[in-house]
């Protein structure tokens, strides 16, 4: 079994998923910086169903999921206090599947280890 990796967006202000917004998947190093591994764009389910690398393989180690909020909150012509919203987390390299849902509103996100 590989680590996988999956997202997804509610819009909590509305009840309703968000659709369209993309998503960056970063190794993050031990300095700090940044390797974009894979990305994708939400889907009408407000989901990505995987962010595996090219290779398939997520290895143990700190990631980051970007969401680039400021076009989905621009689209449909409402104000928002948030232009991209970034998640760090780790992986654990226990070949297990890790889900980071993100709860977004215009003024307030919340986020959480899903199943």
């Known amino acids: 079994m590989t680590t996988t990796l999956s997202t997804h967006v509610l819009d909590t202000a509305l009840g309703a ?11 993050v190093g031990t300095g700090g ?11 009408d389910d407000g989901r990505v169903g995987s962010l595996a690398p090219a290779a398939g393989v997520l290895d143990a180690g700190a990631y980051r999921l970007c969401f680039d909020v400021a076009p989905y909150f621009a689209v449909a012509r409402r104000e ?7 998640i760090e987390f780790v992986i654990a ?3 297990q599947h890790y889900h980071v849902p993100l709860l977004l509103s215009p003024y307030g996100y ?3 280890r899903g199943s």
């Open 17 to 27: 998923p968000a659709a369209g917004i993309h998503v960056t998947l970063s190794r």
């Open 33 to 43: 910086d940044t390797t974009a591994v894979s990305s994708g764009v939400t889907n």
């Open 80 to 86: 928002s206090f948030y232009n991209e919203i970034c």
């Open 93 to 95: 390299g226990d070949a």
């Open 110 to 112: 919340s986020t959480y």
